[in-house]
T-cell receptor, first 115, second 112 residues
Framework: GQQLNQSPQSMFIQEGEDVSMNCTSS?????WLWYKQDPGEGPVLLIA?????ELTSNGRLTAQFGITRKDSFLNISASIPSDVGIYFC???????????????FGQGTILTVHP | GAGVSQSPSNKVTEKGKDVELRCDPI?????LYWYRQSLGQGLEFLIY????????KSGLPSDRFSAERTGGSVSTLTIQRTQQEDSAVYLC??????????FGDGTRLSIL
């Protein structure tokens, strides 16, 4: 089945630094999503990408949908303590025109920000 | 409510017992999804519903797992004869067509 490789597994950074994480897939996805999960809570959507090559920003977050449709990255600029959490990439294969379907998740990147 | 609601938030039960987990999706969302998250892992797809039918139940790990959805709204995930390896966080999500999935806070299931 499809698998997503997410890296790095963890990051320890100083407040104010920029962060970059990425996901690669063995197969094509038509939609890439990035979620953040805080302890004891469910994942919260950060950014959704729908077109190959698309670059989308949400505040200090920027994400790109790779041109090959097999990868995506997420950048966080000027990190702050509340950025701490686990970041997940997820791919959605809605080939065939289906408007629903399962998400395939990466293993997550644990981000720690030191004040 | 405004978001996906799951209950109970925590469940501790003995091995061999049956458990029922409930998900109340965002009002109007036609699709509902169940995922499982083991400690320190990503989310693993279990099943999804479009309306009351389940087009994809490929992620259910065994026939001890079943789910239903009634009235196009609330869904119940049932695990029969629980085993210790069933311990995980069970997450529910819902969505509109072509829109991203929104998650509840999950049910933390512990099998003793």
């Amino acid at each position: 089945g499809q698998q997503l490789n997410q890296s790095p597994q963890s990051m320890f950074i100083q407040e104010g630094e920029d962060v970059s994480m990425n996901c690669t897939s063995s197969s094509i996805f038509n939609t890439w999503l990035w979620y953040k999960q805080d302890p004891g809570e469910g994942p919260v959507l950060l950014i959704a990408l729908y077109k190959a090559g698309e670059l989308t920003s949400n505040g200090r977050l920027t994400a790109q949908f790779g041109i090959t449709r097999k990868d995506s990255f997420l950048n966080i600029s000027a990190s702050i303590p509340s950025d701490v959490g686990i970041y997940f990439c997820a791919g959605h294969d809605n080939a065939g025109g289906t408007s629903y379907g399962k998400l395939t998740f990466g293993q997550g990147t644990i981000l720690t920000v030191h004040p | 409510g405004a978001g996906v609601s799951q209950s109970p938030s925590n469940k501790v039960t003995e091995k061999g017992k049956d458990v029922e987990l409930r998900c109340d999706p965002i009002s109007g969302h036609t699709a509902l999804y169940w995922y499982r998250q083991s400690l320190g892992q990503g989310l693993e797809f279990l099943i999804y519903f479009q309306g009351n039918s389940a087009p994809d139940k490929s992620g259910l790990p065994s026939d001890r797992f079943s789910a239903e959805r009634t009235g196009g709204s609330v869904s119940t995930l049932t695990i029969q004869r629980t085993q210790q390896e069933d311990s995980a966080v069970y997450l529910c999500a819902s969505s509109l067509p072509w829109q991203p999935q929104h998650f509840g806070d999950g049910t933390r299931l512990s099998i003793l």
